[in-house]
């Protein structure tokens, strides 16, 4: 799981959009940056959407740092 505020703007808490075009990219509507969610989060620039840890346990999924 990934935390959608773009990290280049996290004062104005803009978020990323997920790309529908089935790449596994999300991109912010304000500088354009691409972010490879296969790829840890990270940019070409070298920018990476802050990243949590996930488990699934049954019908529940657990977010955590």
């Known amino acids: 799981a990934f935390d959608a505020t ?14 529908g075009n089935g790449t596994g990219t999300a991109s ?16 070409t620039d070298g920018h990476q959407l802050k990243q949590y840890r996930v488990s699934v346990n049954g019908d529940y999924v657990h977010v955590y740092n």
């Open 6 to 19: 773009c990290p280049q703007h996290t004062k104005d808490c803009v978020s990323v959009e997920l790309n």
């Open 28 to 43: 912010c509507p304000r500088c354009g940056t691409v972010y490879y969610l296969m790829n840890n989060g990270y940019s």
